[in-house]
């Protein structure tokens, strides 16, 4: 296959060298098990934790097979295999990559490449006998992957990297392994921004300026805090309820689907880098008494557009029954959301920081629900961030069209890893 461009190497700092160097003859961290390194974005954590895998694993071993991991396949590739292929292009190490299989071949050894999406994903880690492991964003895996990924490590001086952002406190990575690092024979190394020395500082405060409240927490200072109280604390009456500009360079729908409780529609107009909901639709089945069917909501859609062509319509992906409806009634351009909650929810609390999405003041349901949706609380104990599921239907349709629209750019933007450094 074609051979990755040349990896651009800058200066390591003195965390990225720990890592780099963890598992070599010197080190007084040669006898760990396991390397866990956590804190900010771009704090040039993966890197060295590539280079360092990569740099033992064919130091040490001959004919053996080796763990990639990922929170999914997408993820893998674009935040490891990418800066990996690079960094052995620079180092001059042939690889062979069998896209389709999804193994890569470098040297004598096998490395095996596994999204961590779900409960499930650890089925197909049975029946592998591996030397190490390397897994990214680790704090997005089902514990039972984890688990299974460390099992499946029973070779002779197996080791295994693990790197990840924050999450609550009471996350199993937290406390089953970060906690309890030093009886496991973990090395655990927190990382901030000024752990990267490629980051200008220009950069870095355009980093910090795009997170607040419990993202910042999280996704700067690289704290494992509790998501809390009202989720879009930096909502602001003030400043994100307007009365919205009518013409845009774009519109788009999006739509949360119920027939028993509340169905709501949204358009949306997009102006350069802003998004503003220019008008809702908002029907509660149980204060009026009465359920509509899919044929009269398409119908109440129909003259809640008028003259309006929206380029996407977005839609709750449950509702299979409703998009059928409304591509009958000719809106092909409909298409399913993408239900990614918590990335969503983060990307809407950006764009609302950073003064990029504005409510007309005519959505009157909308207003109410930033003011009354929350975390679960009760599933914080449980170490998961989730929404209470109550005055979350106008919340769910704006994270709809705000992550479905934008959702993988704003990925490239700052939720992945640069492939430069």
Not at 47 to 65: G, K, P, R, V
Not at 232 to 242: A, Q, R, S, T
Not at 280 to 308: C, N
């Given at each position: ?10 200066p ?10 963890w598992?070599?003859?010197?080190s ?6 396991m390397?866990i390194?956590?804190g900010?974005?771009?704090s ?10 990569i ?12 763990i ?5 396949m997408g993820?893998?590739k674009r ?13 001059g190490?042939p ?5 389709s ?6 040297g ?9 999406n ?7 880690l049975?029946?592998?006998?591996a030397?190490g ?22 070779v ?6 693990m ?6 406190p009471?996350h199993?990575i ?7 690092a030093?009886e ?10 000024d ?6 500082p220009?950069i ?8 607040s409240g419990?993202?910042y927490?999280r996704?700067i ?9 009202v989720?879009?604390?930096?909502w602001?009456?003030n ?5 919205c ?9 999006a739509i ?20 503003y ?16 069917t ?7 859609f ?14 709750d992906?449950s509702?299979?029954?409703?998009k ?7 809106f092909?351009q ?7 909650v918590?990335?969503?929810?983060r ?10 999405f504005?409510?007309?003041k ?18 914080q ?16 349709r704006n994270r709809?069209?705000i ?12 939720g ?6």
């Amino acid at each position: 296959m074609k051979q990755a461009v040349a990896f651009k190497f800058k200066p390591f700092s003195l965390k990225q060298k720990k890592i780099l160097t963890w598992w070599t003859e010197k080190s007084p961290y040669r006898d760990y098990d396991m390397v866990i390194a956590d804190g900010s974005i771009r704090s040039g954590k993966t890197i060295s934790m590539i280079d360092s895998f990569i740099t033992w694993s064919l130091h040490t071993f001959s004919n053996q097979n080796f763990i990639l991991a990922g929170k999914s396949m997408g993820a893998l590739k674009r935040n490891v295999l990418r800066p990996m292929f690079q960094i052995l292009a620079t180092k001059g190490i042939p690889y062979r990559y069998h896209r389709s299989e999804h193994y890569i071949e470098i040297g004598t050894n096998t490395y095996y490449c596994f999204g961590a999406n779900n409960e499930a994903s650890q089925d197909v880690l049975q029946g592998l006998t591996a030397a190490g492991a390397l897994a990214d964003e680790v704090a997005l895996f089902p514990e039972s992957f984890v688990e299974q990924m460390i099992g499946r490590c029973s070779v002779e001086g197996s080791k295994i990297w693990m790197n990840c952002n924050p999450e609550g406190p009471y996350h199993y990575i937290k406390q089953d392994y970060i906690d309890k690092a030093k009886e496991k024979r973990i090395l655990y190394l927190h990382f901030t921004l000024d752990d990267n020395p490629a980051l200008s500082p220009k950069i870095k405060e355009r980093y910090k300026r795009l997170f607040s409240g419990l993202w910042y927490k999280r996704m700067i200072l690289g704290l494992w805090v509790l998501a809390e109280g009202v989720i879009y604390d930096m909502w602001d009456e003030n400043l994100h309820l307007i009365d919205c500009p009518q013409k845009h360079q774009e519109y788009g729908v999006a739509i949360d689907y119920a027939t028993a409780t509340v169905m709501t529609f949204g358009l949306y107009g997009i102006t350069g880098d802003k998004v503003y909901l220019l008008k809702e639709y908002y029907w509660d089945a149980k204060k009026t008494g009465r359920q509509k069917t899919d044929s009269e909501f398409a119908e109440d859609f129909k003259k809640f557009l008028g003259d309006i062509v929206p380029r996407f319509i977005y839609l709750d992906p449950s509702a299979a029954s409703f998009k059928a409806e409304l591509r009958k009634k000719g809106f092909t351009q409909v298409r399913d959301a993408d239900n990614d909650v918590i990335n969503g929810i983060r990307l809407v609390a950006n764009f609302l920081s950073t003064g990029r999405f504005f409510v007309d003041k005519s959505c009157k349901a909308t207003v109410q629900e930033f003011g009354s949706y929350v975390w679960d609380p009760k599933a914080q104990e449980r170490g998961e961030d989730k929404p209470l599921k109550q005055n979350d239907h106008a919340m769910d349709r704006n994270r709809y069209f705000i992550y479905s629209r934008f959702g993988k750019k704003a990925a490239r933007a700052f939720g992945s890893k640069p492939a430069g450094w």
